[in-house]
């Protein structure tokens, strides 16, 4: 005989089970890297889930480390409705400058992002950059007093404020997303170039004149680069650097983040837009279920029902953020740990009231019966 136990149990784990699989999807805690060589002239593929390293760190001149430096990246996105990491410069203590994609935007960023934070002398925003199946170079260019932007060999803007030095890119380099957090850019990669000197606007032009013909920057031995990459390899998983002195990029055969956070706090997680408070509806309306039944279930042999399914609700939901802290596809954070205890709490308070509690009681009579039915 089945009972309205049994059926209360059945239904909360089978609500458990699909609340576990969609938190710890896919599970796996070495997924493919997705990176691959394009056809033809060479240049690599960023799918959705890539990235490729530098083999060390870009050691430029002692005496120049707080000095100027530029940066050319010959690339095309995926998507222009996108907002992801293009590539970081970063030490095992923190990230010292990003590029970012925001929407059809690219953003300059020195020293970690901080989301919610308006801090104009840290970033650089250039509107307008990016269009789907276009390609484009963009060098940043910077000395002890300006910084400026280029597109396609032509100044698209001056900062004052933009303090970013030769100090900033000594060190490791990840393309393709953030080194703390599963952020990944999608598109073509053709060319990159890093200098611990600034380049002049005849060099910038005189450089994307060459990229956009297929041809490639020449060396100069007088002031050569701290690093060039053309990835024209076509093979291997070796990018090489045509300055002997720098490192090699390399791609990963599985995906990893370099430095996986665990439980991010919320104040570093939030980001202005609406796939944030999307993800901040989903997660609460995810938990509901379970904080309803579970309620349902405890009354039955627990006193305080309610608060029972609320910290259950939360061990579930810390379950789940400490095991994403090792699936490299997910990120471990406490504003999902919270959006899904709220998300328990109201259910459970739903639960609390006289109607639910009498349509759940119909509902329960209504299958104990027709389990009766079947078994006869």
């Known amino acids: 005989m089945i009972s309205k136990s049994m059926i209360l149990s059945g239904i909360c784990l089978s609500i458990l089970g699909c609340i576990l699989f969609a938190g710890l999807w896919p599970f796996t805690s070495h997924p493919q890297n997705q990176v691959s060589w394009l056809a033809g002239s060479g240049g690599l593929q960023f799918d959705d889930h890539g990235n490729i390293q530098s083999s060390g760190t870009f050691n430029g001149l002692r005496s120049q480390y707080e000095g100027p430096c530029s940066l050319e990246i010959w690339l095309q996105p995926r998507l222009t409705i996108a907002s992801n990491t293009l590539l970081s410069f970063h030490t095992s203590r923190n990230v010292s400058f990003t590029i970012r994609q925001q929407l059809d935007d690219v953003v300059f960023l020195r020293g970690p992002r901080q989301p919610g934070r308006q801090v104009e002398m840290n970033s650089i925003d250039v509107s307008h950059v990016f269009r789907r199946d276009k390609n484009v170079l963009i060098t940043i260019t910077t000395n002890a007093r300006i910084a400026k932007v280029y597109l396609d060999g032509e100044t698209a803007i001056v900062s004052a404020s933009f303090a970013l030095t030769s100090k900033d890119v000594v060190c490791e380099l990840i393309v393709g997303h953030a080194p703390d957090d599963n952020d990944n850019w ?45 990835f024209n390899e076509k093979t291997d998983r070796t990018v090489r650097n045509q300055v002997r002195s720098g490192p090699d990029l390399y791609i990963p055969q599985y995906y990893e983040v370099a430095e996986h956070l665990f439980l991010e706090p919320p104040w570093k997680e939030f980001y202005p837009g609406w796939g944030y408070y999307e993800n901040l509806g989903l997660n609460i309306v995810a938990f509901i279920p379970l904080g309803f039944f579970l309620r349902a279930y405890f009354k039955r042999c627990i006193r305080r029902a309610a608060l029972t399914s609320l910290i259950a609700g939360l061990l579930v939901s810390l379950t789940i953020e400490i095991l994403q802290a090792y699936i490299p596809l997910r990120n471990s954070g406490m504003t999902d740990l919270i959006t899904n205890t709220l998300g328990t709490g109201i259910g ?18 209504w299958l104990e019966n027709f389990g009766m039915w079947k078994k006869e």
């Open 348 to 365: 459970a308070s739903l639960y609390g009231r006289t109607s639910m509690q009498n349509g759940l009681a119909t509902s329960l009579a």
């Open 186 to 230: 999608s598109g073509k990669l053709w060319g990159l170039s890093i200098y611990n000197y600034e380049l002049s606007t005849a060099k910038v032009r005189q450089h994307y004149a060459l990229w956009a013909k297929g041809a490639n920057p020449q060396i100069s031995e007088m002031q050569p680069p701290l690093a060039l990459y053309f």
